[in-house]
């Protein structure tokens, strides 16, 4: 559909940018805490809100703090956390078991979560990062990340967490046909509520660096991850990767990182019309706030700047760690 507008006198597009009240009333793009899924990093021990170095304001938190911040997030209507653990040292191996541990730090925090909040979703990551003395979110075998044998694992992982209550199972390893496996085994389980939010356009993208500090995976990571996530020079096979995952029984998808791939949100929500989320991540939530610490933007500003942007582009929602600070400004306060 053609714009149409008047031409000059009549048309003075400045008489609705006037005031508030106008500027309010014709507003496209609204964000409301309905919006947000937070993501929480959880660690061992109690009581314990230990900081992120190059995550100003965001921490680990033990089990009992990120029950007490689940229960904010309810207070404050964000619909969805995300859970990511920093495993002990001690815990990660070659074979990944604690991945699929019904008492890993995930599937525990899970419980506990569910018990206290319960309307809160809890949203899961599965990839074997975490729990991978290599840092790779699949097996490594002679230098090489392996896809079936990795898919194999990756589905234990997710019945481990829908069996301790996982909402929403987050794959975020790309690997080839875990979206249809992991779907299959869910069925076969009972688990045919539990929904599947694929990171299905995920880019291997320097962006993520503060977060792989905040789970500990940077110090283990040999290599890098571009032989499964996707290169930032491509928009075409996003959409391959959308339908591809969509077609194997995810229910929402994902794009990340977010900012510098509004253009992939876009053309996802309008091609596929799903439910599409962009994941805000670590190094975007850094560099705004590292440019505010510095006094160089306003950066309560620039946040709900750039949640916007994410709705404009056409996304349902976004996962940001700026998920309560953004609430409780638009709660009001
Ligand atoms: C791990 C995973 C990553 C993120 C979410 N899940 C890092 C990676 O792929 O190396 C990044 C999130 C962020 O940067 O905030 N599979």
Redesign the pocket.
């Known amino acids: 559909m053609k714009p149409t507008i008047a031409s000059f006198p009549a048309a003075r597009p400045r008489r609705l940018r006037r005031a508030p009240a106008l500027r309010n009333l014709v507003r496209e793009t609204t964000v409301t805490s309905d919006d947000l899924i937070w993501?929480i990093f959880v660690r061992e021990g109690d009581g314990v809100e230990e900081p992120i170095a190059s995550m100003p304001g965001v921490h680990r938190l033990s089990i009992d703090k990120a029950v007490s911040a689940a229960i904010e997030a309810q207070a404050l209507g964000i619909p969805a956390i995300c859970l990511?653990p920093y495993t002990d040292q001690a815990l990660k191996t070659e074979d990944c078991a604690d991945a699929w541990s019904p008492d890993n730090l995930v599937n525990r925090a899970i419980r506990a979560i569910k018990a206290a909040a319960p309307d809160v979703a809890i949203m899961t990551?599965v990839?074997l990062?975490p729990y991978n003395i290599n840092g790779h979110?699949g097996y490594v075998v002679d230098g090489e990340i392996v896809n079936d044998a990795s898919v194999e694992a990756l589905v234990k992982m997710t019945l481990a967490q829908a069996d301790a209550g996982a909402d929403i199972i987050g794959p975020?390893?790309m690997m080839d046909g875990r979206i249809g496996a992991m779907r299959n085994a869910l069925e076969r389980a009972g688990h045919q509520h539990v929904t599947i939010l694929s990171y299905a356009a995920k880019y291997a993208s320097a962006?993520?660096g503060?977060?792989?500090d905040a789970v500990g995976?940077s110090g283990a990571l040999k290599g890098d991850?571009k032989t499964y996530?996707m290169d930032p020079g491509n928009t075409d096979e996003a959409l391959r990767m959308i339908e591809r995952d969509l077609g194997e029984g995810a229910d929402m998808v994902m794009v990340k990182p977010g900012q510098a791939y509004l253009d992939i949100c876009q053309r996802v929500k309008s091609t596929f019309g799903a439910p599409t989320f962009a994941?805000q991540?670590?190094?975007e939530y850094a560099m705004i706030e590292a440019a505010a610490q510095n006094g160089w933007i306003n950066g309560e500003a620039v946040m709900m700047e750039s949640l916007m942007a994410f709705k404009r582009s056409g996304c349902d929602g976004v996962l940001t760690y700026y998920a309560p600070k953004a609430a409780r400004i638009l709660n009001g306060g």
């Open positions: 993501p990511f990551d990839a990062d979110d975020s390893d962006y993520y503060p977060f792989r995976a991850k996530q994941y991540v670590s190094g």
